[in-house]
Structure formats: C-alpha cells, structure tokens
C-alpha cells in the first residue's frame, strides 16, 4: 500500500508567480489535511478536505491560498502571487474513511520563492 | 485554544544514554497525543500514540506516557543508536481531526 505521494518534492518560484502543491492520499483514504512548516518551526495546520468538500480552513491565510479534492484526482493546494514568506515545507497527511485520529503523511514540498 | 509545549532542542546525547523529551498540553478536553519523527529532508512518520489517559504508547524502543493529572505525554527511550538523530515532534488532536504541534526537538546521537 503506497503512503501518501506529494509532488512535485521541491519548487521554485519568483515572487509573483502561482505555484501548485499535489497529494495523493493513501489509499482508501478520503480525508486529506495540508500543514506548512516554516523554518526552524512545527507545523501548522491549514485547510481539512474531504473529497469535494472543504470541512475547516481555519488556518489558511485570507487571501492567495486555496485547496481542493475533488471527486478524482489529488487534492491541490493552490498559492497564488506567491510572496517570499510562503518559502516553506508544505505537508499533507491522509486517515481513512472512519472516523480515524492517526495521520498518516507524506514526504512534503518544499517551496522556495525567490 | 490548544496547544503543545515541547522541550526546545538541540538536544545532544552520547549513544545508549538515556532519552527524555518533555511533553504538556494544554486543551479544553483530552485530546489524543502522538509522537512524530522527522529525519532530515522527510516528511513525520507517526512514532507512537495514546488516546486516553494511562495510555501507553511504545515503538522502536521508544515509550510515552499518557498522564491527565500533568497534562504531559514525555518521550522516553532507554539507550539511544545514532540512528535516531532527527527532529521529534509532539502533537495532540482535540477533535475537528486538526493536529496542534509542538515546535520540535532536535536529537543529535554522538558515538
């Protein structure tokens, strides 16, 4: 059973440009969660999916970010006019269809903005 | 709203020495606790966990605690290999299935 894929593994980007994050969660899995880590810090939660539906963003900034899962495909977290502090490690993690506690997650992007 | 306090690394130990990293929470119920490991350039791999108080959470050697009266899940391990160097990350998930980490522990195994 593959974990959970993230591509691309690292990205580089110029200030201004959009930049696209993709997870595959694993399989049977339908719950997917994005956390940034900034450096020298833990995580931080951002945005809970399920499929075709966003169930908390709380911790997504306002503007310039988004996500999705939809029905088929990964699910995409989407930054736009990216800025020098969205430099970061951007994880996602996967649990099961049940109500599951344990996150299971993948190797992470790391975004550098020039 | 929740949050995790962790001991602030780095945390430098000679191999088979004792580990402890040190662990509260603070939530308005009880959430669940895990232990993530971070090895350089990777993402967290789950380390262990508890879900209830008096838990005990084991793998690899490693054990933690569950303890409502201290609110602390401390990371524990009896002998240390080099090979556990990484970053230890503390966690908790006090429902909405939003994990709250710690800032991470960096443990660096000296032959």
């Known amino acids: 059973n593959a974990g959970v894929m993230q591509n691309p593994r690292h990205l580089v980007r110029r200030r201004g440009q959009e930049a696209r994050l993709r997870c595959s969660p694993m399989?049977?899995?339908?719950?997917v969660y994005w956390y940034r880590q900034l450096p020298e810090e833990g995580l931080k939660f951002m945005v809970y999916l399920q499929k075709e539906n966003i169930i908390d963003e709380s911790g997504m900034p306002k503007e310039r970010f988004s996500a999705e899962f939809p029905k088929e495909g990964p699910s995409i977290l989407r930054i736009q006019q990216v800025v020098r502090g969205d430099s970061a490690a951007y994880f996602c993690?996967?649990?099961?269809?049940?109500?599951?506690?344990?996150?299971?997650f993948g190797p992470g992007t790391r975004l550098l903005v020039l | 709203g929740d949050s995790v306090t962790q001991m602030e690394g780095p945390v430098t130990l000679s191999e088979e020495a004792f580990l402890t990293i040190n662990c509260t929470y603070t939530a308005t119920g009880y959430p669940s606790l895990f232990w993530y490991v971070q090895y350089p350039g990777e993402g967290l791999q789950l380390l262990l966990k508890?879900?209830?108080?008096?838990d005990k959470g084991s793998n690899k050697g490693f054990e933690a605690t569950y303890r409502k009266e201290t609110t602390s899940f401390h990371l524990e391990k009896g002998s240390v290999q080099v090979s556990d160097s990484a970053v230890y990350f503390c966690a908790g998930e006090g429902g909405g299935n939003k994990l709250t980490f710690g800032t991470g522990t960096q443990l660096k195994v000296e032959l």
């Open positions: 508890a879900t209830k108080a008096d």
């Open positions: 993690a996967s649990s099961p269809r049940d109500r599951e506690e344990t996150q299971y």
């Open positions: 399989k049977g899995h339908s719950h």
